[in-house]
């Protein structure tokens, strides 16, 4: 009977120490939540986490140590298309106490330093690159400190506008190619005039670009809103540096030239919003789509009556 006891003492232990352990981390092939009080003992461990899913997120309670986040799609790529695949990281409000690099073979890159973090940066890198390495701060009380981000795998070359995924200008104009593949690719094309720039607030960097839609060709979520039957508008998020580049086209100020030209605008959807990719006066388009038309290099159909 002792003998009996003594198992299911030893049973019961078990089993809280594997519970202790299962309410340190729980993860699923998206999205991964972990505490860095597993490392307490050991503040220079590094934890392995791998992550399956086209967009997930990510929260490191009392950062310690550090965590080698490895991103892949969650289908069978085919040959070489991982080395075309990028990861975009959004972080949390409330993220302090890491900063995240991107890792390979021991050499790292800065991706998003702690103040970049707090002021809501998104970054971008290749996969090609490495992984994400996010290495927590020398801090005597971890009890407030957090890390935490939202990701999403992109494909494609070209960076978003605003996403340092190059450093390749973001304000620079698209090729043709570009733009004509952009409208095949790009997760919104819409056709519509600018009503005004406004500053972001909280990111220096940043600038929204006020668009009054005439027609909607294509979006990925609903980033453009109805206002009646057939007006839409929506709000493009630009480097400030190209917003003042739109600005100084006038000498009225954007004010009195916003509405006067349409534009076609093309772009990714990140995080819920709509970022700038490639863009061009829409009279100019027209001429550059027939031309491509005619010459049969036009990579899809879009319908400009």
Known sequence: MMRMRKRMICALLVACLCASAVAQYSSDQCSWRGSGLTHEAHARDVEQVYLRCSEGSLEWLYPTGAIIVN???????????????????????????????VERAGVMRMLLSEEEQ???????????????FVQASTHTDISKR?????YELIRGERATAGETLSTTDPCTPCTDDEILMAVCTSDFV???????????????????????????????RRVFEGRGRSR?????????????????RSDSGVGQWAGLEEFLFTGAVRFGEARLGC????????????????????????DVN
């Not at 289908?75 to 075309?84: I, K, N, V």
């Not at 707090?118 to 994400?132: H, P, Q, Y």
């Not at 709000?235 to 100084?248: G, L, N, Y």
Request: proline share 4%; with cysteine.
């Open 118 to 132: 707090a002021a809501g940066r998104v970054r971008c890198f290749s996969l090609n690159e490495g992984a994400l």
């Open 190 to 220: 819409v056709r519509g005039s600018i009503e005004s720039v406004v500053e972001d607030g909280d990111d220096e960097q940043q600038a929204s670009v006020l668009v009054s839609v005439s027609r909607l060709y294509r979006q990925k």
């Open 232 to 248: 839409w508008s929506g709000r493009v998020r630009v480097p400030r540096r190209c917003a003042i580049q739109v600005e100084q």
């Open 71 to 101: 991103l892949r799609p969650n289908t069978f790529p085919e040959a070489g298309a991982e080395t075309r695949l990028s990861a975009c990281v959004k972080p949390r409000a409330d993220t302090r106490g890491a900063s995240m690099y």
């Open 279 to 302: 863009a061009l006066q829409y009279r100019d388009f027209l001429l550059m789509y027939q031309a491509a038309v005619e010459s049969g290099r036009n990579p899809c159909h879009m």
């Open 146 to 150: 957090v890390t935490a981000f939202q």
